[in-house]
């Protein structure tokens, strides 16, 4: 992990490019004046990284908010992190155009990151015995367009350990990030351990569970004794074990609250106890069942 200026902390992906550990998320953050509102806050309070996604259908409100508020902040295109996702629908011959075509929808001529979404077509079963090769023919058609520079970081999102398998078993490139959810009731223990042996960051999703963890008596517990918020404590237990957040959240309270993580530390007992007994919950997508 390294450390950039006082309250910014990065990681060094698997082919040198920086990324901010801690970024905006923007899934159901739709309509320009509101992405403005959130961005404008998320800029000022120290935010350099942005995650959407093709289907948030919120590309073009993203890239339009960042080219009206860079300048406010004395930022400039590479002073920001944006990360965007192949939407499942375009699994396959339409890869390469999809990604262009978020590029323009943003307003960039590159992108930080881009992420297949989700190992599966859309429309197909998810035990379909033809998404392993849809999955290899898209992933090199992104590398293609990796080696044009148009894509400084490639990655995968919603990968099992046997997608991640398959995966740097036949790639050219081999990935740099893994977006997963993940929080206490989701610890992922064998997919984090397979990228911390693989070189491959993993970023977590819904580290709040969606909302529903800001309650659980445990996080509350720790938080009280901290004296920090839930939110907080929970954004700090995937970064403790080096994994990377992108907290979602509309208000500018809350954003600010969120970023807010970089002067306490838990205790190695805190980030177990907050497991709970163990019982495994999603409050997103399960691609376990993905072929
Ligand atoms: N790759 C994937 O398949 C995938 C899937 C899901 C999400 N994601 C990405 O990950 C991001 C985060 O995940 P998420 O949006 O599912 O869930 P999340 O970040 O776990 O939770 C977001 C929810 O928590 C609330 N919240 C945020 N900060 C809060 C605070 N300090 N106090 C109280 N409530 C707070 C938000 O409310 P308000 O918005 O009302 O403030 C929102 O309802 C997404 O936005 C998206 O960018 C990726």
Known sequence: MDKQGD?????????????????????????????????????????????????????????????????????????????????????????????????????????????????????????????????????????????????????????????????????RVPPAVLQVEFHPRLPQTSLLSWCQQNGVHLQAYSSLGCGHLLENVEVCKVAKAHGRTPSQVLLKWALQQGVGVIPKASSSVRIKENFNVWDFELSSEEVELLKGDGTEKKYCWDPTGVA
């Open 7 to 171: 309250q910014q902390q990065t990681v060094t992906l698997n082919n040198g490019v920086t990324m901010p550990l801690l970024g905006l998320g923007t899934f159901r953050m739709r309509g320009l004046e509101s992405i403005t509102q959130a961005v404008d806050a998320a800029l000022e309070y120290g935010y350099r990284s942005f995650d959407t996604a093709s289907v948030y259908r919120n590309e073009s409100d993203l890239g339009q908010a960042l080219r009206q508020l860079l300048p406010k902040y004395g930022l400039s295109r590479s002073d920001i992190f944006i990360t965007s996702k192949l939407s499942p629908s375009d699994l396959g011959p339409g890869a390469r155009d999809a990604c262009l075509k978020s590029l323009s929808d943003l307003g960039l001529d590159y992108l930080d990151l881009y992420l297949i979404h989700w190992p599966g077509k859309q429309g197909w079963r998810s035990d379909d015995a033809r998404n392993p090769a849809i999955r290899e023919e898209t992933w090199k058609a992104l590398e293609d367009v990796y080696q044009t520079g148009a894509i400084k970081a490639l990655g995968v999102s919603n990968y099992t350990v046997a997608h991640m398998a398959q995966l740097l078993g036949s790639c």
